[in-house]
């Protein structure tokens, strides 16, 4: 596997595979490795010739007073993880790299970017948008992989690679959870035992609302009280519990079709999110 710190060096690494017609999978990544992005690594290795994974803590999609500096790093054991996924290009840079003297330009996706994770986190999906954007140009691949966990980011990525014309295929994979249904996740490493046992109230929020609605119940509000019911024991408040259309996270009052609950709460030092899509199956 080749460690690269440079755009230069990462193009250079890349032309004579595309010319060789190879094809070319990324998996965008912030480091912390995990299972989950072990299983987007896997999924790029059965589908492509050759593997990029980028690993850069993208700071401007940290907002003020967040954990932008105790974000987990250890780059020596993220280099071997993905080694053994079979990664062939590990793409590393410094800050200023991506962000040279001077930056001055933006990608921010409107409407998708400015709910939810948007409205709690301001500004945080323009710096999402411009990185992924940066991150695509400079490996130019066929395809892009992230993870169900992060619906919102990947809606948002979907939208810009749309309304850019950027020639890339974008896929999304299934969450990988722990075996008590906690998503994986790299902030998961904040959380202390107590915390951690606290933390599997956003999957049994989840589940409950798809109880709720394989019971019968429509009615989004109703859906989203039997949620924050679920979280209520593990002592957890919801910073929200919404139901929203899986295509446009526009909200929803009755769950018709395709509708994602996506829900965020702080769990001791852990702000986590997670989420579920639920169909009714034409079941009225």
């Known amino acids: 596997m080749k460690l690269l710190r440079t ?68 780059e020596a054991r993220d280099a071997a993880i993905a080694a053994e996924a079979g990664v062939d290009v590990l793409f590393a840079p410094p800050v200023e790299e991506v962000y040279p003297d001077g930056f001055a330009t933006t990608v921010r996706v409107a409407g998708l970017g400015d709910s939810l994770e948007g409205a709690q986190r301001p500004g945080h999906f323009d710096g999402v948008a411009t990185v992924v954007t940066k991150l695509l140009n400079m490996a130019q691949p066929d395809a892009a992989y992230f993870g169900q966990k992060d619906a919102q980011q990947a809606l948002v990525v979907r939208r810009l690679v749309r309304d850019l014309d950027i020639p890339v295929r974008i896929e999304v994979c299934p969450t990988v ?35 709720a609605v394989a019971a019968g119940a429509r009615e989004a509000e109703a859906v989203a009280d039997a949620a924050r019911g679920a979280m209520a024991p593990y002592d957890v408040e919801p910073e929200y519990v919404a139901l929203v259309a899986s295509d446009t996270l526009a909200p929803v009052e009755r769950i018709e079709g395709e509708v994602l609950v996506a829900l965020a709460a702080r769990v001791g030092p852990a702000r986590l999110i997670d989420n579920t899509l639920i169909t009714t199956n034409g079941r009225p």
């Open 177 to 211: 959870r722990e075996p008590d249904g906690l998503a994986l996740s790299s902030r998961n490493a904040y959380l202390e035992p107590a915390d951690r046992a606290r933390a599997v109230a956003l999957c049994r929020a989840l589940d409950a609302a798809e109880a």
């Open 7 to 74: 755009v230069a060096d990462l193009r250079a690494a890349l032309a004579p595979e595309r010319r060789a017609g190879r094809s070319i999978g990324l998996v965008p990544t912030m480091g912390a490795f995990h299972a989950g992005h072990r299983s987007l690594m896997e999924r790029a290795r059965s589908e492509h010739d050759v593997v990029v994974v980028s690993l850069f803590v993208n700071p401007t999609q940290f907002g003020a007073g967040e954990d932008l500096a105790a974000y987990p790093r250890d």
